[in-house]
């Protein structure tokens, strides 16, 4: 499987980066050895003093699709989860400045946080759902899709213009503002709405 990432696609967010809004929808890709093992804390990784938490809603691709029309992306999908996106913005923003690609700084070891799914149908939209990640109990990251710039449907379409989308592929669907510095020690924990997606300590 792969995981494709979605950035830029809160105007919060952007903002906060001091980036500039996209056109299109920037994506990337990390790699199946990116997810964070299950139960496992998150070891900060030594090349970076600075990882961020970005927390994001996650989308799981149930059948193989190119070239999908946004009118049918719903079909593509029956679940969605919560992730985390772990960015060491140090290296990112050296990357960045030098026009290098993201993966060293996006798709390490460990870098993804994939909750477990729930059906869609739980809800009675996802074009309205609150979500948060919470550090050491205390809400540092607040988001509601009805906030992003490109929908999920809008998404699928885009993304698999460009790569073949193929059964238990992970879509991050973008973080919402206040990304901020991890710490040793640092809970994080994820909710959709009331229902809690994951807990990672940080080490
Ligand atoms: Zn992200």
């Known amino acids: 499987m ?7 696609n809160y105007a919060a967010h952007i903002e906060e980066l001091d980036n500039e809004k996209p056109k ?12 964070l093992l299950k139960k496992q804390p998150f070891f900060i990784p030594e090349f970076s003093d ?17 070239h999908i029309n946004k009118k049918f992306s719903h079909t593509y999908y029956d679940e969605i989860g919560l992730g985390i996106d772990f960015t060491a913005r140090d290296l990112q923003r050296e990357l ?15 870098s993804a946080v994939i909750s477990n ?18 550090k050491n109990n205390e809400v540092a990251q607040k988001g509601n899709t009805a906030l992003m710039l490109w929908k ?3 998404l699928i379409e885009y993304i698999s213009k460009y790569f073949t989308l193929k059964i238990g592929d992970v879509i991050f669907t973008g ?29």
């Open 50 to 66: 600075e990882i961020h938490h970005e927390v994001e809603i996650l989308v799981k691709i149930n059948k193989i699709g190119k």
């Open 96 to 110: 960045k400045e030098k026009g290098l690609p993201w993966e060293k700084a996006k798709g390490f070891d460990g």
């Open 175 to 203: 973080t919402p503002a206040g990304v901020s510095k991890v710490n040793p020690d640092d809970i994080l924990k994820g909710y959709i709405e009331d229902f809690k997606m994951f807990s990672i300590k940080i080490k």
């Open 152 to 154: 999920i449907d809008e």
């Open 2 to 8: 792969k995981i494709i990432c979605v950035g830029r």
């Open 117 to 134: 799914f729930i059906p869609k149908s739980t809800f009675t939209t996802l074009e309205d759902l609150n979500f948060r990640l919470e």
């Open 24 to 35: 299109d929808p920037v994506l990337f890709l990390k790699s199946d050895t990116a997810i």
